[in-house]
């Protein structure tokens, strides 16, 4: 499979042109950096939660977003209903199962999600990928002790189990469809010292998945244009909250040169 910096730029532009409605159940932790990164490529994100509308919003929209950063039962309950909507009316699905591992109450509610309904992609840190596998994590809170590039085995077969694709993310991002592995080396060390990024990376995703009929170029593409943010965004800033600012100021005026430039991709 050849990965095209053409191809991440059409996406780009798809997004821009038809601003798919991307429905956030996710953690009010993230809410605003989430929803202006999505605002800036050009989606048009809404972050609804409430019982009373999680169908009808999911029902609207062209992609939804489920994230368990801040659990409450409610919460949890919500995300069921929306997954159920999402499901009849055929939209894409990206799960976020933020600390999956770490207690076993979020490692519950992750796979009652995962049995709940079809999800297209899951998107989480190696700690939580290899903890959905069943095998035992090392996670620190919500941050992943994994190095992602020692457990390509382990994004495959979560993959291949669950019939989608898993991006997990980490120094070099993992997408896999269970068969084909994409690697991607863009990023910055200084990502991680900004909260949210994983989750704005599960929320691209959803903008990416709903103008991609191909999940696995939705989800590498997703994850080029966040490295390559990223890396530009360091460059220009001095530290964690400069870098916040810059990374949604390179989501909006990011280029084709910028990109095709800094792609850094193999595939396996």
């Not at 530290?239 to 910028?258: R, V």
Request: one cysteine or more; aromatic letters at 4%; glycine letters at 8%.
């Amino acid at each position: 499979m050849q990965i095209d910096p053409h191809g991440v730029w059409l996406d780009i532009q798809a997004i821009k042109k038809f601003s798919p409605l991307v429905h956030n159940v996710t953690n009010y932790v993230v809410m605003e950096q989430t929803a202006n990164s999505l605002l800036a490529i050009g989606a048009s994100p809404v972050m609804a939660h409430a019982l009373e509308e999680v169908e009808d919003m999911a029902m609207i929209a062209n992609s939804l977003v489920l994230n368990i950063g801040t659990l409450s039962s409610p919460w949890v309950k919500a995300m069921m209903l929306a997954l159920r909507a999402a499901n009849s009316k055929s939209i894409p699905s990206v799960f976020d199962p933020v600390g999956s591992g770490a207690t076993p109450y979020r490692t519950k509610v992750a796979h009652s999600i995962l049995n709940h309904g079809a999800i297209t992609a899951i998107r989480g840190n190696a700690s939580e990928i290899v903890s959905l596998n069943g095998s035992q994590s090392f996670t620190k809170g919500v941050d992943s002790s994994l190095n992602a590039s020692d457990y390509l085995e382990q994004a495959k077969m979560l993959a291949l189990k669950n019939k989608c694709i898993v991006w997990m993310s980490g120094k070099t991002d993992v997408v896999t469809n269970g068969l084909t592995l994409i690697l991607i080396h863009n990023g910055h060390t200084l990502m991680g010292k900004v909260t949210g990024m994983g989750c704005t990376a599960t929320a691209i995703a959803g903008a990416f998945l709903a103008v991609n009929q191909d999940p696995l170029l939705g989800c590498a593409y997703a994850a080029i244009l966040m490295g390559i943010a990223g890396e530009m965004a360091a460059q220009k800033g001095n530290g964690p909250g400069s870098l916040k600012l810059a990374f949604i100021d390179t989501l909006y005026n990011i280029s084709l040169n910028e990109i095709g430039e800094r792609i850094r991709v193999e595939t396996l």
